[in-house]
């Protein structure tokens, strides 16, 4: 098969802005002041929590209870409220940005030590039998059904990925839709990071980066975390 053409990004704002964030902008060194960072974010937030659980027991040794009080001025009693709210959510984001941090780190030396895969040698996809359609089918439909029961079918497709026979559902109502992947076989659902799949240079697999990237932009909740 003719190689792909290489991934080209698209000039934007978001993407400029998107590598000034990851410090891409200015090659791929400073990927290893981003884990400190992160782990320096956590330390501060840690730090802060328990400083203010330190004078909220001292607080409630004088019985004075509440968990917001005034003290030192409106701009530092504004900072205690606020800080106090939004600990854990910063600590969210620390936490997965260092993960991201440390994946994107562990892309760069993949790369710099392997390089891109040589011209020609991409790997030939297996072909699929008519013979084996139906059954394939079949167990996908069954694995859907059983897992999503009320979602309309919008596409089905049957693969042969990573040397595993796959059925990939898409289903849902009008533009709420999602794409779940089968083992044609099993009927087993299938994440992004299996065996035999080709490797893709993050050291924790693709799944796992994905995940990330959903807790620590927030909608791994959905639209409400955004």
């Given at each position: 098969p003719t190689p792909p053409p290489p991934r080209v990004v698209v000039p934007s704002e978001r993407n400029t802005v998107k590598a000034l964030h990851?410090?891409?902008?200015?090659?791929?060194?400073?990927?290893?002041?981003?884990?400190?960072?992160?782990v320096g974010l956590g330390v501060f937030v840690v730090t802060g929590v328990v400083m203010y659980l330190q004078l909220l027991r001292a607080?409630?040794?004088?019985r004075r209870r509440t968990l917001f009080w005034s003290a030192g001025g409106w701009w530092r009693s504004l900072h205690r409220w606020v800080s106090v709210c939004a600990a854990l959510f910063i600590l969210i984001v620390s936490l997965s940005g260092t993960w991201l941090a440390v994946e994107s780190l562990g892309l760069a030396l993949y790369f710099a030590s392997h390089g891109p895969p040589p011209s020609g040698q991409h790997k030939t996809p297996t072909p699929l039998t008519e013979a084996q359609l139906p059954a394939m089918l079949t167990t996908t439909l069954q694995a859907n059904r059983s897992l999503r029961p009320d979602e309309p079918l919008k596409i089905v497709r049957l693969r042969m990925y990573g040397g595993m026979p796959q059925g990939v559902v898409i289903s849902g109502l009008g533009d709420n839709t999602q794409q779940i992947v089968f083992d044609a076989t099993t009927g087993q659902r299938i994440s992004e990071t299996e065996p035999g799949y080709p490797e893709t240079g993050f050291p924790f697999g693709w799944q796992a980066h994905q995940v990330a990237k959903q807790i620590h932009r927030g909608d791994y909740i959905g639209l409400t975390g955004r």
């Open positions: 990851r410090m891409t902008t200015f090659g791929n060194w400073p990927l290893w002041i981003n884990p400190l960072v992160g607080r409630q040794r004088l």
